[in-house]
């Protein structure tokens, strides 16, 4: 089974910093992309970033630079480096990791159980 555990959310002033993680357990399954998406009361679940297994990064066209995404293999993390925070990003963030079982080639979302950032004007 796939499992992600995140962690660093919290209250933020506006303007300030804030690091997400993401810890991945993956035993029986190759994991393609792990990204990052946020969701507000009302909204449908949006695309913040992802990385791929070859380290291609896919950004949306929000938060418009302010976030970056990395990705550690070795420990099996995925971190969302957030900068210049605004009162908009205020969202629960949800750690998403696009996997498949080993000798299967249908890929499948997996979720973590979703971190609140809140940032204050």
């Known amino acids: 089974q796939v499992q992600l555990v995140e962690s660093g959310g919290g209250l933020v002033q506006a303007g300030g910093s804030l690091t997400l993680s993401c810890a991945v357990s993956k035993s029986g399954f190759t994991v393609e992309a792990l990204g990052w998406y946020r969701q507000v009361p009302g909204n449908q679940r949006e695309l913040v970033a992802k990385v791929s297994s070859s380290s291609t990064q896919t950004y949306a066209l929000s938060p418009e630079g302010r976030f970056s995404v990395s990705r550690d293999n070795a420990k099996g993390t995925v971190n969302l480096h957030m900068n210049n925070l605004k009162p908009e990003d205020t969202a629960v963030y949800y750690c998403?990791?696009?996997?498949?079982?080993?000798?299967?080639?249908?890929?499948?979302?997996?979720w973590g159980q979703g971190t609140q950032v809140t940032v204050s004007s």
């Open positions: 998403n990791a696009e996997a498949r079982r080993y000798g299967r080639t249908d890929i499948h979302h997996y």
